[in-house]
């Protein structure tokens, strides 16, 4: 059964492709000339498809431009933001040692202060009055010299210490604004840095993000043409076939059928019914058993009865249906047991009127003719088999045709 099976799929689907070219040749030079047309607008959609992608091919190029530069953008920003760090190590450094100098000097202006403080107030008390005690007590004249002249060393020292107080609060307020204004101008460039930077990643997202867009709107439209050229090819070929095929005289058929099977011979051997046997339908024989078909190297197993939809299909001859359902390439199909291993097969069938089990006489009102299974034109697949092996159903017709 299963080789059966196997062989019959074949069967249908050779039957198929030549219901095809049969539809081709009846439409004749004018689904001929539809067919072209349709192979040219549809030339001409793969180019139009083919401009537009090239246009979203050269956008994605300037997108990943775009991305790129405002990457080097980011790269060189990101760059200077290191350098103003390493700047800003080296200021805080720097106003560190400001703000110990500025400790010290607050430290020795505090002394200063302090000392200046003493000698202001001793001078406050004695004023010029020690120089005249020194002269009017009538000490000793070296003695009064050496006197007076601490009193100067002592004088100029109190200017000295004020010309280094003001030096001191001059530097002191120097270091001070020069801080400041480092660090001012440190964080001004590291705000505006951080700004740069921001708008930039935006920037940078929004770009990848049109280029991702672009890059799928790309793989939709490769997938589009890629169909397109592939429908072209079918119909490319198909049209050089119906080309081929419309230049070449129409094929006939073998025969046609016009009789009927009966009962006559119920109950005889199915071996012994050999060359009386009746066609199953009334229609045009349009293979022969064991050619080529078309296209394929692939032999004919049954033969095909094209006929018109809703004809009666008969028994050949009695037995019972052993299988009555739809099979892929065959359509509605029925299997009759003949007994001793022979079978007859019904495919393509519009209707089935018999189940599994059914038992038959011949001539039985089986099934009605349709084109299930795929078929393009309307009739009847049939076989014979024994065994499995296929027979050559013409061997068995009660009249040879040629």
């Not at 505006?192 to 867009?213: D, F």
Request: aromatic share 6%.
């Amino acid at each position: 059964m299963i080789k059966f099976f196997s062989h019959s799929v074949q069967a249908t689907r050779a039957v198929c492709r030549f219901s095809v070219f049969l539809l081709a040749l009846v439409s004749h030079n004018l689904a001929h000339a539809d067919r072209q047309q349709e192979l040219e607008n549809l030339r001409k959609r793969i180019a139009a498809m083919q401009s537009e992608m090239d246009k979203t091919s050269e956008s994605k190029t300037e997108a990943a431009d775009a991305l790129r530069e405002s990457e080097r953008a980011i790269s060189n920003i990101n760059r200077k933001l290191s350098i103003l760090a390493s700047q800003q190590r080296v200021a805080d450094q720097k106003l560190g040692k400001l703000q110990d100098q500025q400790q010290q000097l607050n430290s020795d202006i505090a002394g200063q202060q302090t000392l200046l403080g003493k000698l202001l107030y001793q001078q406050y008390l004695g004023g010029k009055q020690e120089y005249l005690k020194l002269i009017l007590n009538n000490q000793d004249p070296n003695q009064v010299t050496r006197d007076l002249q601490y009193y100067q060393h002592i004088a100029r020292n109190r200017a000295t210490l004020l010309a280094d107080l003001r030096n001191d609060l001059a530097e002191l307020d120097a270091i001070g604004i020069e801080a400041r204004e480092q660090r001012t101008e440190l964080e001004s460039l590291r705000s505006e840095q951080a700004v740069q930077k921001k708008t930039l990643e935006k920037e940078k997202n929004a770009r990848k993000q049109m280029l991702s867009k672009i890059s799928m709107q790309l793989r939709k439209q490769r997938r589009q043409i890629n169909r397109l050229q592939r429908d072209e090819n079918r119909l490319a070929q198909l049209v050089e076939k119906i080309t081929e095929m419309l230049a070449q005289p129409k094929s006939k058929a073998l025969f046609r059928n016009d009789s009927l099977p009966d009962n006559r011979f119920d109950g005889s051997p199915f071996d012994q019914l050999k060359g009386k046997l009746t066609l199953p339908v009334r229609g045009e024989i349009t293979n022969r058993f064991g050619t080529p078909r078309p296209e394929s190297t692939v032999k004919w197993k049954g033969l095909f009865l094209r006929t018109s939809s809703g004809q009666t299909v008969k028994a050949i001859a009695a037995g019972q249906v052993v299988f009555a359902d739809w099979l892929r390439g065959f359509g509605n199909l029925l299997i009759i047991d003949h007994g001793d291993g022979y079978m007859s097969l019904y495919g393509n069938n519009e209707t089935l009127y018999k189940e599994v089990g059914d038992l038959l006489q011949g001539g039985d009102s089986i099934a009605t003719v349709g084109n299930s299974g795929g078929n393009e034109n309307f009739g009847l697949y049939f076989e014979l088999r024994h065994k499995s092996k296929p027979l050559d159903p013409l061997k068995w017709l009660a009249v040879k045709q040629h």
